[in-house]
């Protein structure tokens, strides 16, 4: 991704999570980008964890873009892992994370409504639906037409071996922090494969660009929404489905993900700050395909990601009033 700004360095939460995540794009506090809008100090400063894949991205400058152009509200940015993004509503270096998947384990320890310490709440959903699961490229569908149903999986797990898995099959996830059961599903359904982190997001959709145009095996993690998917139409294999009441997380699933409704959690003390942006991220929704055009603009079109928010805005902005209540 190209980058325009420099980046300073985060100092306390830093030297707390570097030393115990990792993973491409966003293991730790790596950098923050900061544009100060005309006006700021009216609205204050709008610290916006970017999580690290381009579907979150685009929510985050979306947003962000709009609170310092129309609300006069200096935003910073912080590439952050999931994980550690959390971690910094209670010291005040974090005030959004706008695109969540699920971590029931980080609601127990943060949010009140679920028991934690009260330094998050809830802000409600997005409008994106997510959908987690295995996927594989369109022309192993063709060749092998049964190879979709995980009952199969063993059958095929040759074809998946790589120097990383041994004798066992490879299914590719991708940063170490995104959400995934893929170990305990590989054990708990008996199947012969390893688990092997491609490293980020960029790096699962490089495997499937390459496996499609070259007609070679790829098993991967992946989800929707993605704009990926528009160009290669990845099928996703149909594991056991998730029930109401089965284990989302832990050594004891044995499904495939639940749906994923996305939503917002913010700093409880920035939420209750006055701050006008506040309205702003509450009313925020969208869509999947909103989403997904302006990832595309930022990955694809390789366009800055202030700039593919901006032209997304300038033509919607119909639904920036509604997000402004105006």
């Not at 700021?40 to 690290?52: K, W």
């Not at 494969?193 to 070259?214: K, Q």
């Not at 749906?259 to 009313?283: F, I, M």
Request: hydrophobic share 35%; charged share 25%.
């Amino acid at each position: 991704m190209k980058r325009k700004r420099t980046y300073a360095v985060l100092g306390a939460l830093v030297l707390s999570a570097a030393t115990v995540l990792s993973g491409c794009g966003g293991g730790d506090i790596e950098d923050t980008d900061s544009d100060a809008a005309a006006g700021g100090e009216d609205c204050g400063t709008l610290n916006m964890a970017i999580n690290p894949w381009v579907g979150y991205e685009a929510n985050a400058y979306v947003v962000g873009r709009v609170a310092e152009t129309q609300l006069g509200c200096t935003v910073e940015y912080k590439r952050l892992d999931e994980q550690v993004s959390w971690k910094g509503f209670g010291s005040g270096e974090v005030d959004v994370v706008i695109e969540n998947w699920g971590h029931p384990e980080l609601g127990s320890k943060y949010l009140a409504s679920a028991g934690g310490d009260g330094t998050a709440t809830d802000a409600g959903l997005t409008g994106n639906n997510g959908v987690i699961g295995w996927y594989l490229p369109p022309w192993m569908v063709e060749k092998y037409p049964d190879i979709t149903d995980w009952k199969n999986l063993n059958k095929y797990s040759d074809l998946f071996k790589t120097s990383e898995s041994g004798d066992k099959g490879t299914l590719y996830d991708g940063d170490p922090g995104f959400v995934t059961n893929d170990a305990a599903i590989i054990e708990n359904l008996d199947l012969n494969y390893e688990v092997v982190y491609a490293g980020s997001e960029t790096a699962l959709i490089e495997g499937f660009r390459s496996a499609e145009e070259n007609k070679t095996p790829y098993l991967g993690y992946f989800y929707a929404p993605q704009w990926f998917l528009a160009e290669v139409p990845l099928v996703k294999i149909d594991l056991p489905p998730w029930k109401e009441g089965d284990p989302v997380e832990g050594p004891d699933v044995a499904t495939d993900y639940p749906p994923y409704p996305l939503n917002k959690v913010v700093s409880t003390d920035w939420w209750e700050s006055g701050s006008p942006a506040v309205d702003l991220v509450k009313n925020f929704e969208w869509t999947n395909d909103d989403q997904n055009l302006v990832a595309k603009y930022i990955a694809e079109d390789k366009m800055d990601p202030e700039d593919a928010a901006d032209k997304w805005i300038a033509d919607n902005q119909e639904a920036v009033d509604a997000w402004l209540g105006n």
